[in-house]
């Protein structure tokens, strides 16, 4: 009795343990076929971060993050505007990508090692709504123009 018990628990753990995949749900909506931008001055980024804290691109605004292994994280926003649609982009709480429901992406991100990089008409930063693929450029001070595509 007790061996059937052990191996139970055994097989029980070894579902859960050994097949994380199966049971976690990613939490970003970049595409997985093209979720890498590219600035030349700090490398390649990653749209997906490591899936659990990647990009999401929601009806009204952007959260979560997209990694650099140059730079670090860059957060897109918290996804809770202060006016609960979206970010005014007017202080250090209320900041973030703003979606237009078009696929026009809006606003300020922030890299904690970069600064600020600003979503802005010049670059026309979109997303496709049906692909989930990212395009156009961001511009960071910093930086320079960061391409949000890697086609």
Same mark, same amino acid.
């Given at each position: ?6 191996? %139970? ?63 670090? *994280? ?41 600064? *600020? ?12 709504? %049906? ?13 320079? *123009? ?6």
């Amino acid at each position: 009795m007790k061996t059937q018990l052990k191996l %139970a628990a055994l097989a029980l753990l070894s579902a859960f343990c050994l097949q994380p995949s199966v049971l976690v749900q990613a939490a970003t909506t970049v595409a997985i076929t093209n979720h890498y931008a590219y600035g030349a001055n700090i490398g390649w980024m990653e749209g997906r971060g490591d899936v659990a804290n990647g990009a999401i691109i929601g009806e009204y605004v952007c959260s979560g993050y997209i990694y650099s292994a140059n730079v670090g *994280w860059i957060n897109l926003g918290g996804g809770a505007p202060a006016n609960s649609i979206r970010y005014q982009n007017n202080s250090g709480t209320d900041y973030g990508v703003n979606h237009d429901g078009q696929g026009n992406l809006r606003g300020y991100a922030y890299g904690a090692n970069i600064g *600020w990089i600003n979503f802005e008409a010049n670059g026309a930063p979109k997303v496709d709504l %049906a692909t989930g693929n990212l395009g156009g450029y961001a511009y960071s001070a910093n930086c320079g *123009w960061i391409s949000l595509s890697n086609a």
